[in-house]
């Protein structure tokens, strides 16, 4: 799998548009490598904004520049919604190749990054919203936006969650993943009143990986 950056993610289906970053291979070789180094100040950003992973059931993808006895391998991918409306997507080893590949990802993405905050609702939670509320949707469409729903801080999102846990198809698939997205809302304060042992036990688990009970 490689792409030129900020080319349209076609890797597969995804409910919204994206755009590519970081999917590096021996074709196009280490994409912004050469040039000016990343500064202290890009690499927290990315690291800070590459927080949790979508998708972890792509297949696994080996590095293509480490010498063979030390392959390094990852699978999944971050997805980052701008503030301006675009979301990029970059494959987990997008931090191995900026640290170890000297990768510089475009300036539009880091510019990007600096403009990450706080996101209003908007035309993507809309969509992503009614994915996960749609039982006819493709369901791995609806398991991936329980994961980037989260990325507004809105009371639809909770709502959306809790409704989610009645669906046992998705419990089963992606309880953990919906535990996680309640954990990042209670760290932040989103939620009042929890039941926690009332929860599936796929979705405690998720939550106690982000909240210890
Ligand atoms: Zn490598």
Redesign the pocket.
């Known amino acids: 799998m490689e792409y030129l950056d900020l080319s349209l993610y076609e890797y597969r289906r995804f409910p919204i548009p994206m755009r590519s970053v970081g999917w590096l291979g021996r074709r196009f070789g280490v994409q912004g490598g050469g040039g000016q180094d990343l500064g202290a100040a890009d690499r927290q950003r990315i690291r800070g904004a590459s927080q949790r992973l979508g998708s972890v059931t792509l297949g696994t993808h080996e ?1 293509e ?2 010498p063979p006895d030390s392959t ?1 391998e990852g699978n999944g991918e971050y997805r980052y919604y701008g503030r301006s409306g675009d979301v990029y997507v970059a494959p987990m080893m997008i931090l ?1 190749y900026m640290e ?2 000297g990768y510089r990802p475009p300036e539009e993405f880091l510019d990007g990054l600096k403009d990450i905050g706080r996101l209003e609702w908007d035309w993507r939670a809309e969509r992503m919203l009614a994915v996960l509320l749609d039982e006819s949707e493709d369901f791995d469409f609806r398991c991936e936006a329980i994961i980037d729903l989260v990325n507004w801080r809105d009371g639809r999102v909770l709502d959306a969650l809790m409704h989610s846990i009645q669906d046992e198809e998705l419990v089963d698939s992606a309880g953990d993943e919906i535990g996680r997205s309640l954990g990042v809302l209670v760290a932040r304060g989103d939620v009042g009143d929890l039941r926690v042992e009332s929860l599936p036990e796929m979705v405690r688990i998720g939550l106690g990986q982000i909240v210890p009970q």
């Open positions: 590095c520049f480490c390094f191995h170890e590949h």
